[in-house]
């Protein structure tokens, strides 16, 4: 049990990549407090995980509503302890579309909810990391923040200003015991990957890139790349600052720490 006596909050954990990771920290002994704003999938989330002897607290909360993360931090420390790892993984794929035909809320409200989610999140928490002298952040990123996609303009503005801000934040963490780095984790089997499949040519030309990718088998299962994750938030690693990916230097540190090596 890896993760034992650690709490954590996964956001965006009701579908997809968050919910591998969410099932994957609970897996290795954290007790793990999922957000997202679908109750629902919440409920389903943590009943599988009670079912596989984990623990597991739902949260219903909008990642870019100040009050509600605020809420989600407190409610967390009052229910469980206080965090010691966050999981920035909450983010939408729209807009995709050109810039000069994209609605200004949809694509604000993009960047509010994949960058300011991210500072809201990540602000909540961090006071109490660092009068603990604790605490892993890990924020879910993309090959996107450096490179440039038409239709692409509002997930490639904000995940290349997630991984500024994990830089940045990581040279304010040295020293502190807290530590906060980013894993692009590649195209992996999920309801936001097929959305990308969907959309047509005109509105994004690298799609039959990822429609091709998915025929030659080279979509990654979201479970693999969530251990990565857990490895990423524990206390073996002290990854502060890098943005990392899922090469065999990676692979392997994160199958050594697994495997109590």
């Keep these: 049990m890896r993760l034992d006596g650690q709490v954590a909050i996964v956001t965006g954990a009701g579908r997809g990549f968050g919910r591998a990771i969410a099932e994957s920290l609970a897996s290795l002994g954290a007790h793990v407090v999922l957000a997202s704003r679908n109750a629902p999938e919440l409920d389903d989330v943590v009943l599988q995980i009670k079912r596989a002897k984990g623990r597991a607290l739902a949260y219903a909360a909008d990642v870019a509503d100040e009050r509600q993360v605020q809420d989600l ?99 304010e963490l040295e020293g502190t015991g807290v530590t906060v780095c980013a894993l692009r984790p590649g195209k992996i089997e999920t309801a936001l990957q097929e959305r990308v499949r969907q959309s047509s040519p005109q509105d994004f030309p690298r799609v039959e890139e990822y429609r091709q990718a998915k025929r030659a088998g080279q979509v990654a299962d979201p ?27 990676l692979e392997r540190e994160a199958a050594e720490w697994l495997a109590g090596e």
């Design 223 to 249: 479970v693999d790349r969530a251990r990565l994750v857990a490895y990423l938030a524990s206390e073996a690693t002290q990854k502060n600052g890098q943005i990392l990916e899922p090469d065999e230097t």
């Design 73 to 171: 931090v407190i409610s967390t420390e009052r229910w469980v302890g206080p965090a010691t790892i966050l999981v920035n993984n909450a983010g939408i794929i729209e807009p995709i579309e050109p810039l000069a035909r994209s609605d200004a809320t949809t694509w604000l409200r993009h960047i509010a909810i994949n960058v300011g989610g991210v500072y809201l999140s990540t602000r909540a928490v961090l006071p109490g990391m660092l009068e603990r002298g604790y605490g892993r952040i890990v924020n879910i990123s993309s090959h996107a923040a450096e490179r440039p996609s038409a239709g692409w303009t509002a997930y490639t503005a904000g995940k290349a200003a997630v991984e500024q801000l994990t830089r940045s934040l990581a040279v």
